[in-house]
T-cell receptor, first 116, second 110 residues
Framework: GAVVSQHPSRVICKSGTSVKIECRSL??????MFWYRQFPKQSLMLMATSNEGSKATYEQGVEKDKFLINHASLTLSTLTVTSAHPEDSSFYIC????????????FGNGTRLTVT | TQLLEQSPQFLSIQEGENLTVYCNSSSVFSSLQWYRQEPGEGPVLLVT?????EVKKLKRLTFQFGDARKDSSLHITAAQPGDTGLYLCAGVDGGFKTIFGAGTRLFVKA
């Protein structure tokens, strides 16, 4: 159980375009999802907390107008990278919890974004 | 901001050797988790430790949570090439966000 599905797994886009990444909880409802970013050979950095039916909470230094998050239902959160630039190239991973607020995260398989 | 310091950051060993990865913080965590990540995939949970002094075993992996709940260790006995990967410790802070250590990249040579 507790499967998180992320799509697409890979995307290549041109500089200036926008890219949408979807994160779905397949067998549970997730009122909160978390978006992380991971640079090569580095750890995961929390970008924002996605809250169903309300605005996302962004971490310090993360531009909310650049990384648009929408959590319209209990099973879907989307991250849109707007006006992408090469420095936005990274591995983006979503996650969600099942159960208590200090319980572990279940991760999607990530999206490798390459901006040319 | 609570921080987790993980060491070593990189480890290359021969098959059959033992190793220990450390995760330390100056802050108390309500729980600590260890994840393993393969290239191009999301992290997968190995274990959660909650109680100070707790020890959990998962086959050849032994996880320990410090008495003060500020640190944890992962010990692998008789490492195998299949253990190769990125090992991440993570803690849930007071705001219920999960923060990660820098990770330990393990390479086990056959």
């Amino acid at each position: 159980g507790a499967v998180v599905s992320q799509h697409p797994s890979r995307v290549i886009c041109k500089s200036g375009t926008s890219v949408k990444i979807e994160c779905r909880s397949l067998d549970f409802q997730a009122t909160t999802m978390f978006w992380y970013r991971q640079f090569p050979k580095q750890s995961l950095m929390l970008m924002a907390t996605s809250n169903e039916g309300s605005k996302a909470t962004y971490e310090q230094g993360v531009e909310k107008d650049k990384f648009l998050i929408n959590h319209a239902s209990l099973t879907l959160s989307t991250l849109t990278v707007t006006s992408a630039h090469p420095e936005d190239s990274s591995f983006y991973i979503c996650s969600a919890r099942v159960g208590a607020e200090n319980s572990p995260l279940h991760f999607g398989n990530g999206t490798r974004l390459t901006v040319t | 901001t609570q921080l987790l310091e993980q060491s070593p950051q990189f480890l290359s060993i021969q098959e059959g050797e033992n190793l220990t990865v450390y995760c330390n913080s100056s802050s108390v965590f309500s729980s600590l988790q260890w994840y393993r990540q393969e290239p191009g995939e999301g992290p997968v949970l190995l274990v959660t430790v909650v109680t100070g002094g707790e020890v959990k075993k998962l086959k050849r992996l032994t996880f320990q949570f410090g008495d003060a709940r500020k640190d944890s260790s992962l010990h692998i006995t008789a490492a195998q090439p299949g253990d190769t990967g990125l090992y991440l410790c993570a803690g849930v802070d007071g705001g219920f966000k999960t923060i990660f250590g820098a990770g330990t990249r393990l390479f086990v040579k056959a």
